[in-house]
């Protein structure tokens, strides 16, 4: 029997055995690959978080306001919170990559800057994880890398007082000027002892102002449920910390019976724990003076 050739003068029989021999060869190398045993949605999950993680960890990566949102959104969402703090220490140390040349150079990053503090968004969503969770010393661990930082301090002296406090650096010199105005449209004395005596006047009235704005705002406790500031505290360092003392009193809340109460019996050693740490930020955890019915 003759041999049927293809268009090309090749055997087919040889042909189709070198492509079934390629076929099988493809076919070999993905059965060789290895693949986990049961793939399920806590595996697929854990990869995510994981990746996730060895992105913002990468020395390469710089972490952005951004990026450090999207990441505690996404292990919010997939309640792996414990690489919080980490991430954090990281977003306030991590060093800052600049191109210098055709090559790139990292320098130190500034902690205690104000482009350091974690934002109050991030690390309220990040706490509110933590206690999702059930995990009591990574919340603690949570405010004390975002809270507590010096450049988080910083940043809000900043964006908050830093206008109040131009306005009173500013208030010397328009009530001067007004005051001069103000002596030139009276007749009943020289016009440097009127200029005197309105500058005074104003600047009593604006330094009066302020500082009962001030202690109004230092002072403030309405917002406290359970933790409240100890004695001695000064009152700028209140204001400053009181995002701290909230992230603080919100955990308590959390920690604590709901019941109003049976608020004071709680026991255990993790809110021993708690109570004392809070005692060594200057605050005090369920003060009795302020508990229901001991006023």
Not at 123 to 145: K, M, N, R, Y
Not at 191 to 216: K, L, S
Request: hydrophobic share 40%.
């Amino acid at each position: 029997m003759l041999e049927e050739r293809g268009a090309g003068g090749n055997p087919r029989a040889r042909a189709t055995e070198q492509k079934e021999t390629a076929t099988s060869a493809l076919l070999g190398t993905v059965n060789a690959r290895s693949y986990p045993g049961v793939i399920s949605k806590a595996s697929i999950l854990g990869g995510i978080s994981e990746s996730a993680e060895a992105i913002v960890r990468d020395p390469k990566v710089f972490i952005t306001p951004a990026i450090l949102q999207a990441y505690v959104q996404l292990q919010s969402l997939l309640h792996k919170p414990s690489s919080f703090p980490d991430v954090f220490h990281l977003y306030s140390t991590k060093p800052i990559p600049s191109l210098k040349g055709e090559s790139v150079v990292y320098s130190p990053a500034p902690t205690d800057q104000i482009k350091s503090a974690v934002p109050s968004d991030v690390a309220h969503e990040a706490l509110g994880a933590a206690i999702e969770a059930h995990q009591l010393p990574l919340a603690i661990d949570i405010i004390s890398t975002s809270y507590c930082t010096l450049s988080f301090k910083k940043a809000k002296t900043f964006k908050q007082a830093a206008i109040p406090m131009a306005g009173l650096g500013i208030a010397p010199i328009a009530a001067y000027t007004l005051s001069a105005q103000f002596s030139n449209m009276q007749q009943t004395m020289d016009t440097g002892t009127a200029t005197g005596i309105a500058f005074a006047g104003i600047m009593t009235y604006v330094g009066a102002v302020a500082m009962t704005g001030y202690v109004a705002v230092t002072t403030s406790n309405d917002q406290m449920d359970r933790v409240t500031w100890a004695s001695g505290v000064p009152l700028w360092e209140r204001w400053v910390r009181e995002e701290e003392r909230a992230a603080i009193d919100r955990l308590a809340g959390a920690w604590g019976f709901r019941d109003m109460d049976k608020r004071g019996e709680e026991e255990g050693e993790e809110w021993e724990a708690l109570r004392e740490w809070v005692g060594t930020r200057g605050m005090i955890l369920d003060r009795v003076s302020l508990m229901p019915g001991m006023e």
